[in-house]
T-cell receptor
Framework: GNSVTQMEGPVTLSEEAFLTINCTYT??????LFWYVQYPGEGLQLLLK?????DKGSNKGFEATYRKETTSFHLEKGSVQVSDSAVYFC????????????FGKGTKLSVIP | DVKVTQSSRYLVKRTGEKVFLECVQD?????MFWYRQDPGLGLRLIYF???????EKGDIPEGYSVSREKKERFSLILESASTNQTSMYLC??????????FGQGTRLTVV
């Protein structure tokens, strides 16, 4: 089956620092890929997505590029803010055409002023 | 506004009880999921369903069953609740290969 591996946390950064959270998947073919975010006390919401190789998803200053050759979908932001403090989850379907959506374990980000 | 509604936010049940968690979506999505979320373990898929009366096991189906009699409703059943099933349960729905929309979650405590 598919597995999604993301960078272990927690991650603590100063405001305006550069953020990278690594994510790799094992699904075959070209599954859709996602980053979700969970702010403290809230539910999961989609941050960005990509549906084919070399696609770049972006939202709220965050970006991730679908890299088929390395089966990766790393999340980046050039300058983090305190309000970005949250848990970030990478997710992948188990293959093109699959109905099964698998999540990574999550990475907790804390941004300090 | 899209909506996935879980019947309870908080639930306390006794060991050995049969527990039903209900989830309803109003988006006409064919795909529905049940996950549990535990600290350090992320979201783990229990079951999913891609059509009425269809169900597939996820990564941790033991001790759970599901029911999907109508397209909009997906129920998770704990046949005999145990303390190790204390967790946050999340329901979601999607169209195939697209974004999953999540409910607010049910925090279940088994005592």
């Amino acid at each position: 089956g598919n597995s999604v591996t993301q960078m272990e946390g927690p991650v603590t950064l100063s405001e305006e620092a550069f953020l990278t959270i690594n994510c790799t998947y094992t699904a075959t073919g070209y599954p859709s890929l996602f980053w979700y975010v969970q702010y403290p006390g809230e539910g999961l919401q989609l941050l960005l997505k990509a549906t084919k190789a070399d696609d770049k998803g972006s939202n709220k200053g965050f970006e991730a590029t679908y890299r088929k050759e390395t089966t990766s979908f790393h999340l980046e932001k050039g300058s983090v803010q305190v309000s970005d403090s949250a848990v970030y989850f990478c997710a992948s379907y188990s293959g093109a055409g699959s109905y099964q959506l698998t999540f990574g374990k999550g990475t907790k980000l804390s941004v300090i002023p | 506004d899209v909506k996935v509604t879980q019947s309870s936010r908080y639930l306390v049940k006794r060991t050995g009880e049969k527990v039903f968690l209900e989830c309803v979506q109003d988006m006409d999505h064919e795909n529905m999921f049940w996950y549990r979320q535990d600290p350090g373990l992320g979201l783990r898929l229990i079951y999913f369903s891609y059509d009425v009366k269809m169900k597939e096991k996820g990564d941790i189906p033991e001790g759970y069953s599901v029911s999907r009699e109508k397209k909009e409703r997906f129920s998770l059943i704990l046949e005999s609740a145990s303390t190790n099933q204390t967790s946050m349960y999340l329901c979601a729905s999607s169209v195939i290969q697209d974004e999953a929309f999540f409910g607010q979650g049910t925090r279940l405590t088994v005592v």
